[in-house]
């Protein structure tokens, strides 16, 4: 897999400027994830719908799109986080994330977890809230509701700092955070 492989996924949009997948500086070898810019946000939005947790072609792998992260830190207000386990094998941060933000709208964004080797997932996932009320309101009210074809479960997110993932808009041009 390569970024000529990626650019032809996305080919028959007609809208990709750009493909950049991550390499290790050391060995050279992918580490999952890469950043498709398309030319606005609405094909990127267009991407999004249609190919997240579509399987790639010719390997055995989906799709796991999401907005891309800003570079840096994007402000110094607190994040409340929750842990969501017991998640389907067809969720995404995409699907999580809304399935909170309908009912919360502090929620900043949400990371399904997975296995960095086959980048499958491994059930379990985060949901950060800008408003400690709405994530104390979230870990009772979501405890058991459906994401997906399972109900979740719900708990306090372990003290650790967790950094990654946050799904929004980065820069005047839609671009996606793609874990491949």
């Known amino acids: 897999m390569d970024e000529n492989y990626v650019f032809g996924c996305f080919s028959n949009?007609?809208?990709?400027?750009?493909?950049?997948?991550?390499?290790?500086k050391n060995s050279g070898q992918l580490q999952g994830y890469g950043f498709v810019e398309f030319t606005s946000r609405a094909a990127?939005?267009?991407v999004l719908q249609t190919y997240n947790g579509q399987?790639?072609?010719?390997?055995?792998?989906?799709f796991r799109?999401?907005?891309?992260?800003?570079?840096e830190k994007r402000d110094d207000t607190p994040e409340?986080?929750?842990?969501v386990g017991d998640l389907a094998a067809d969720v995404t941060d995409y699907l999580l994330q809304e399935t909170f933000r309908v009912h919360y709208p502090s929620v900043k964004g949400a990371k399904v977890v997975t296995d960095k080797?086959?980048?499958?997932?491994?059930?379990?996932?985060?949901?950060?809230f800008g408003d400690p009320t709405e994530q104390?309101?979230?870990?009772?009210?979501?405890n058991g509701m459906p994401?997906?074809?399972?109900?979740?479960?719900?708990?306090p997110a372990a003290s650790r700092k967790n950094t990654g993932g946050v799904v929004q808009e980065r820069g005047k041009h839609g671009q996606y955070t793609m874990s491949l």
Do not use: H
């Open 55 to 62: 399987m790639m072609p010719n390997v055995d792998l989906t």
């Open 117 to 128: 080797l086959t980048m499958r997932t491994k059930g379990y996932g985060f949901v950060k």
């Open 80 to 83: 409340y986080t929750i842990f």
């Open 136 to 142: 104390a309101r979230a870990m009772t009210e979501m």
């Open 147 to 155: 994401c997906s074809s399972r109900p979740m479960r719900i708990g």
């Open 65 to 71: 799109l999401n907005w891309a992260s800003a570079g």
């Open 13 to 24: 949009t007609g809208e990709v400027q750009n493909v950049k997948l991550i390499r290790d």
């Open 44 to 46: 990127a939005e267009r």
